[in-house]
């Protein structure tokens, strides 16, 4: 395992302007590249400022009480050990399996990393994307945003690939098998620390790998921002297991730019677990750009108190013969808020497509709200594509044939919403994966004990 040394550079400035910036950049050890590339977005970003975001994708998404001149990026952390192996960071994946490597990530500044030495000699790459950048510039150049997220999106994905602080790189070399999983964690320690990770997954052709990776805070009060990007780069016949379970307190914004492109006859299993956050507000796309490629999308999100969960998804077919599949269960309580607009989109070269995408809510409190806004935009005539929404209200005759049988409300309600998620579950492999959910969602329950 391996912890970097602190650095004892200044301080840099809250919020993300000029200054800001260039303190941020005095603070970076990166290739001329980088360097320019970060300029570039960081005009972007200050011309995106003046334009109004699409409104297809943010009419419902209110972010007036964000306020980023409240955030501060840290240019190093003082880590306790405890924090660098992840033990005080709220994780509640790390320890649950066996894991061939681990990268922990703490208020933007590596933690700890390590990788078996058996990958290691097969090529396999897994570290903090601040330093594979330095130790492999060309390969990170070919791929850091170049073909999944693009920074001129808006003002999210140029402020993220401007002020983007690490994360995580994985990187199979062709034909490689990675059999067991990977464990990422992010996690927002300090308060009003402001975390821009990026995570890359590069799979040539042929390797197969599954990566989990959380973000979590440490604590229930302080405030927060995350601001990421995730690529997802799979080769011919890659095949990749991706899980992201975000579990920030709600005090934390969360705002991401997330892409998946596949390759002929490739797989991606992208799971979504979204249980924390004040705001949370996700852009995701996946994109099958070779035929036969196939993409199965599953997400769980579970919105108490005052939050809002927002999904705008894209599954672009722009290959014969490909297929996705997006599911999508939402469950609600109190005043909480969940948005989901998905597009299927077909290219002229998308023949014999198979698309497929559905959204269901289940509300718990008669004053939650869903927005669901399937669609499809096809321009090929060989295609099978349908989607679906759906949203309703517990069955009350439920709860009280469960408890008549003896059963508490708690216990009653807890059933029910386990068997609404049950569809999703059967789909994720990872029987680690399916048991943290869960036990996410039961301490998500809450009442009645």
Known sequence: MSTPSVNTSAAIPAGFGEAAFEAFLSTRDEPEWVTQSRRDAFKSYCELLESELDPEEFRRVDLRAMRPDRFQLNAASELSQDSADGNDTGTILKGQAEFAGHVTHIDGQLASNDLSAELAAKGVIFGDLAVVVRDHSELIKKHFMTKAVDSETDRFSAWHAAFWTGGTVLYVPRNVSVEAPLHSLITLQAEKAADFSHTLIILEDGASATLLEETVSATTENLGLHVGAVELILGKEARLRYVQLQNWNQKAWHIAHQAGRVENNGFLQWTVGGIGAKLAHIHQDVVLDGRGAEAEVNGVTFSTDKQIHSFYTQQAHNAPATRSDLLYKQVLRDHSRAIWRGMILVEP????????????????????????????EI???????????????????????????????????????????????????????????????????????
């Open 349 to 376: 070269e998308g023949q014999q497509t198979n698309g497929y995408q559905r959204n269901d809510s289940l509300m718990l409190s008669p004053t939650c709200r869903v927005d669901a806004i399937p669609g499809l």
């Open 379 to 449: 321009e090929a005539d060989d295609v099978r594509c349908t989607h679906g929404a759906t949203a309703g209200r517990v069955d009350e005759e439920q709860i009280f044939y469960c408890m008549s049988r003896g059963m508490s409300e708690y216990e009653a309600m807890h059933m029910i919403v386990e068997g609404f998620f049950q569809t999703v579950f059967d789909r994720i492999p990872v029987e680690v994966v399916r048991e943290t959910l869960n036990q996410a969602i039961i301490k998500k329950l809450g009442f009645g004990r």
